[in-house]
């Protein structure tokens, strides 16, 4: 990160810091069907509470693994996709109870996150869904702006890229994730494609389909939606 950009990111994010506060209050206000995207980047569904720790313009700062600024049973939705693999295993946990902590009851959460068991199959078992999978993430290496070792990705690197790549890390199997879901209070868990929904609150809303594509999104993640 060049001086330029130190000087426009870290003003920005310690106003956004002092502001995140008011910007939760005013959204609670204005909103009696509240919804939240957590780790949102650039993803901004429109009537969505949007929040990240390094907030672009349009989400407000807030940390997911305890969301303190939020009262209990607040929320009618929260998404969580493609987030929760970027935090240690422990903070990842948190980040469940706080979901279900500020979710109103009859709440829906739904969590988007890659799939280890796919990333398994590729080195022990590669069948046609896993040739599949790395056919696609070899074209799509360049989109994604991934660094490559090489002049092909082969599986292995495939693997260490969802890994690390991306700034990874932890990598759950769908079974465990239904664990800490199941813990944290949440009564039903419905499996669904990564770039599908059951709940017509998702709809149009997920934003790592839009980026990968829909196939390899599918192809390299799953998706539960849990009730409270």
């Known amino acids: ?73 607040t929320f009618d939705a929260v998404l969580c996709e493609h987030m929760i693999e970027h935090v240690p295993a422990d903070v990842g946990h948190r980040i469940v109870n706080s979901i279900y902590r500020i979710l109103k009851p009859g709440g829906v959460a739904r969590f988007v996150t890659p799939d280890l068991e796919v990333l398994a199959r590729m080195i022990a078992t590669p069948k046609d869904v896993e040739n599949r999978y790395l056919q696609l993430f070899r074209e799509s290496v360049d989109k994604i702006g991934i660094s490559i070792p090489g002049p092909e990705i082969s599986a292995v690197d495939c693997v260490n890229i969802a890994f690390h790549g991306y700034g990874h890390q932890y990598i759950y199997t769908r079974d465990e994730l239904k664990i800490h879901i199941t813990r944290a209070g949440f009564t039903k868990i419905l499996d669904t494609a990564a770039s599908d929904f059951d709940n017509v609150l998702f709809d149009s809303v997920q934003g790592h389909g839009p980026l990968v594509g829909t196939e390899l999104n599918d192809l390299e993640s799953f998706a539960l939606e849990a009730i409270k």
């Open 1 to 73: 990160m060049n001086l330029k950009q130190l000087i426009r990111r870290y003003p920005y994010k310690y106003f956004k810091t002092l502001a995140s506060p008011i910007e939760i209050r005013r959204y609670i206000a204005n909103h009696d069907r509240r919804l939240l995207n957590i780790g949102a980047a650039r993803n901004r569904p429109n009537g969505w509470l949007n929040i990240d720790l390094d907030p672009v313009p349009g989400v407000v700062y807030l940390d997911a693994s305890s969301m303190s600024l939020i009262p209990n049973n």
